[in-house]
């Protein structure tokens, strides 16, 4: 008898026979794409939470940055454009600097809650509260993360 699958990174239990991280984060992608007009909203801050829970897509100082500065733009800066374009534009110029040590715990949320929610404006929150529960398992490395966001800027970090 085949027994559950546990992922490594984010903790999600998959049933035998039932979908892994990997396949519903593909579901979640293919159903952004084919329905841009009802899920797009949410699909930059999705992709984030799920990031910075599956260690292959933080591997480099760089793309850690993008996501969890991404989370942090979200929830602190109100998802301000001009800070997401100075954050690209600044990791395009590969810095360098090292890469902090990554939460073993990295949210009490998965894919998994997310997954299946057709309205739109439940999905929208269930997206929010996933990727808020990444940030916050993220407590330790949100200082760096607002600075990373200050040096995009050009401008030295302020605490919060």
């Known amino acids: 008898m085949a027994s559950e699958e546990i992922c490594s990174d984010c903790g999600m239990r998959a ?3 039932q979908p892994n991280c990997a396949a519903l984060r593909d579901a979640l992608l293919a159903r952004d794409f084919e329905q841009p007009l009802r899920y797009w909203k949410h699909h930059r801050l999705a992709v984030d939470a799920y990031c910075v829970q599956h ?8 793309s850690l940055a993008a996501h969890l500065c991404g989370l ?3 929830f602190e800066h109100n998802n301000d454009a001009k800070k997401l374009e100075q954050l690209q534009l600044w990791l395009s110029t590969n810095p360098k600097l090292l890469k902090p040590e990554l939460p073993v715990f990295r949210g009490h949320l998965t894919i998994a809650d997310v997954s299946g ?3 739109p404006v439940l999905y929208g929150q269930a997206v929010e509260a996933w990727a808020r529960a990444a940030w916050e398992a993220y407590s330790k490395l949100q200082p760096a993360a607002r600075e990373w966001l200050a040096m995009s800027a050009g401008r030295p970090a302020t605490r919060k």
Do not use: L, N, R
């Open 15 to 17: 049933a035998p026979g």
């Open 117 to 119: 929610i057709e309205d």
């Open 72 to 74: 942090c733009i979200a």
């Open 55 to 62: 260690s292959p897509y933080v591997k480099s100082f760089k």
